[in-house]
């Protein structure tokens, strides 16, 4: 036995490599790697694939200092993600927008020796029943399987078999082709478009309709409602009927529940399908309806029938319409796969510029953990301000004080990020930040404060930095309140942010505002979670507008 990969670039350039079961083969974009790959998705060292027990394993990552690190946009077979996976016979791996397929071919025999004869598969039977006799099928992977296998005797073949096989060579002809159409297509659209026109080359359906299934955040299928991706009909003057097709939610259910291909003779007549009103009213005399099925997940069905009263769909065109619906549902797959991994890197770029890393990664891991768009809780905010900004900025050209901005925020901004705090906004020369939101925990108030120390501290270093540069030094005050506030995202449809508002932000902004440059001041709620974590000077209470009682301040001594 032989192993192969066949190797199809993102650029279009292909190729074929031997594997051995004493190398393990590295894969990425850097040119020390085994297998390069020029694409703009894969990482410079991306993936292994190494022996197993006799066969070959496909790993996600590389290994640096005895530790495996794992790639960004991740390893696909057959559509789905894997970290590891042992590889079999005509895997499709997708690394980026590359695609190697895994090929095994057996030795040959010796020229003294004749191939084992094998009988000829006669199909999936289907007993002479009366019209509205439903049969169920077996897995469209498991059809063409049966079909590529196909192997006989010449003189055991009558015509009617040798135009049978001729057929469906033709149909893993049209499969082929389908399959490398499917792989250069990255439109949902375009691929049920492709899948419904060769369902028309291959099978006599007068309608094809391709179905997908709403989603949850988390790709799994909660419920069978489904919505049409591609509709179309062989005769034009169908066409308008067609756009006003009503499916069968009898059908589709059940089809989407057990994961089986189904074909009705004769919905009228098939008591399986007595609450199918809408196909009988539209004179519909066959149907098929085959799931949109990987190792995963149900995306959908693609459904096909006749209107011909004389007319039935056969057990090869079942198979037809299973087969390419097996087909679509890999694509599908691998589609929403790029998509969802497209997002990701939108998002984590959005979300890293507000908060920290780990929050991030939870965010887009499980997003429906973090209940956005509007909830209360309780958090600790934090306000900074630069004291003098507004005569230094007239004394300095712009171009310097923009300067200025942009080292003293990325410093604060790093510190923020360091004690798990979310930053909420720049207001000018301020700054606001939170902690507790979108993930709270037992230290929010101490982090906070934390940081506050730190961004004073920093602020020193970073002064004696200006100062080489050119640039003039800068003092700031900080406040600090912890209470109940209003988390979410908050704005309008066109644009929205992910902020906190309520009297605790308030608060918060107006002790900022009563601290001197180098100063930083607390509410006696703040300092009652921070005990013993630094010393605290009393102050006289501040009276804040629209609150009955005066606030209690500290003053926190921290150099």
């Known amino acids: 036995m032989k192993s192969f990969l066949k190797i199809t670039e993102a650029t279009g350039e292909s190729w ?22 020029n694409d703009r998705r894969v990482s410079r060292h991306h993936a292994q694939i190494a022996a197993d027990n006799g066969n070959f394993k496909v790993i996600d990552g590389y290994y640096a200092g005895g530790e495996l690190k794992r790639s960004v946009n991740r390893v696909f077979v057959n559509g789905i993600p894997y970290l590891e996976k042992v590889l079999e016979q005509g895997d499709l791996v997708m690394i980026g927008e590359s695609r190697l397929v895994f090929d095994i071919i057996a030795d040959q025999p010796p020229a003294n020796e004749s191939p084992v004869k094998e009988k000829v598969p006669t199909g999936v039977n289907f007993d002479d029943q009366p019209l509205g006799h439903t049969q169920l099928l077996i897995s469209a992977n498991e059809i063409i399987g049966k079909h590529s296998s196909l192997s006989m005797e010449a003189e055991f073949v009558s015509p009617a078999e040798i135009k049978d096989l001729r057929r469906k060579a033709q149909i893993l002809e049209m499969l082929y082709d389908m399959s490398k159409t499917l792989g250069t297509v990255f439109d949902l659209k375009e691929i049920f478009v492709r899948a419904t ?23 799994k299928i909660l419920d069978y409602s489904l919505f049409p991706i591609a509709v179309k009909a062989r005769d034009e003057n169908l066409e308008k009927v067609t756009e006003k097709l009503t499916i069968s939610r009898t059908i589709t259910q059940k089809v989407m529940r057990e994961k089986v291909a189904l074909l009705s003779q004769d919905a009228k007549t098939d008591a399986q399908f007595s609450g199918a009103d809408s196909i009988v009213s539209q004179g519909v005399r066959s149907t098929i309806c085959a799931p949109l099925i990987t190792e995963s997940n149900v995306h959908g069905v693609v459904y096909a029938d006749r209107l011909d009263p004389f007319a039935t769909f056969s057990s090869d065109d079942l198979e037809l319409i299973s087969a390419v619906a097996a087909q679509t549902a890999v694509a599908v797959e691998t589609i929403k796969a790029h998509k969802r991994l497209a997002r990701e890197e939108v998002a984590r770029a959005n979300y890293s510029r507000f908060m920290p890393e780990y929050v991030v990664k ?5 997003p429906d953990s973090f209940r956005l768009g509007g909830v209360n809780q309780k958090i600790t905010v934090l306000f900074a301000d630069i004291r003098g900004f507004t005569t230094l900025s007239e004394k300095e050209n712009p171009e310097k004080v923009v300067g200025l901005l942009n080292k003293y925020f990325t410093a604060m901004s790093e510190i923020i990020f360091a004690y798990g705090g979310t930053l909420d906004k720049y207001i ?3 700054l606001m930040a939170i902690f507790g939101a979108p993930t709270a925990s037992p230290e929010d108030s101490k982090n906070a404060l934390k940081t506050a120390v730190a961004m004073q501290k920093r602020l020193d270093k970073l002064n004696e930095e200006l100062r080489l540069e050119g640039f003039s030094t800068v003092e700031i005050g ?26 605790s932000v308030n608060v918060a902004s107006r002790l900022e505002k009563n601290a001197r440059g180098g100063q930083i001041l607390i509410s006696d709620a703040t300092a009652a979670e921070c005990e013993n974590l630094v010393t605290l000077i009393p102050h006289e209470p501040l009276t804040v507008k629209n609150r009955l009682q005066p606030v209690l301040l500290f003053e926190v001594k921290w150099n």
């Open 16 to 37: 074929e490599l031997e594997l051995t079961p004493t190398t393990v083969y590295t894969i990425g974009r850097a040119k020390e790697n085994d297998i390069v790959l």
């Open 197 to 219: 026109d060769l369902i028309f080359r291959g099978t006599p359906s007068e309608r094809v309709v391709a179905l997908l299934a709403d989603e949850t955040i988390d790709g």
């Open 362 to 366: 939870q965010l887009l891991e499980k």
């Open 428 to 430: 000018g020369d301020g």
């Open 478 to 503: 900080i406040g600090l309140h912890t209470g109940v506030a209003t988390i979410g995202y908050i704005g309008s449809e066109q644009r929205s942010e992910y902020t906190a508002i309520g009297d």
